[in-house]
């Protein structure tokens, strides 16, 4: 395993978890809330342009790497990383434990433009 050096870790991503609250009228909201704030490495991997419903919606893949925290467990349906405060990277499936020594992470993202 490479290891992740402090330097590396140039970026600042939120994570956040999808909770549900209850707007003014009493009926559920879904809304994102930030569970946590980690440097991470962040390196982008590709980008492409969908067509869905005759209209072009571009996409970029991105890795990220953090150091692996105890008690944060990340789920693809319930969690998302806030990146810069305008860019949303969701999570394309489990992050990886790599090596399984509970070391490091590594999450596989897609960011979709708005």
Request: hydrophobic share 40%; charged share 25%; with cysteine.
């Amino acid at each position: 395993m490479k290891p992740l050096k402090a330097g590396s870790l140039r970026h600042t991503i939120e994570i956040q978890e999808l909770s549900s609250e209850q707007d003014t009228f009493g009926s559920p909201q879904a809304t994102w809330k930030t569970i946590a704030i980690r440097r991470c490495e962040l390196e982008p991997l590709s980008g492409r342009n969908a067509w869905l419903a005759q209209q072009v919606i571009p996409e970029a893949t991105h890795r990220i790497r953090l150091r692996y925290h105890k008690g944060l467990a990340l789920s693809a349906k319930t969690h998302r990383f806030r990146f810069q405060a305008s860019r949303i990277l969701y999570l394309l499936g489990p992050p990886v434990d790599i090596e399984e020594r509970h070391v490091l992470l590594e999450c596989t993202c897609t960011e979709a433009a708005a």
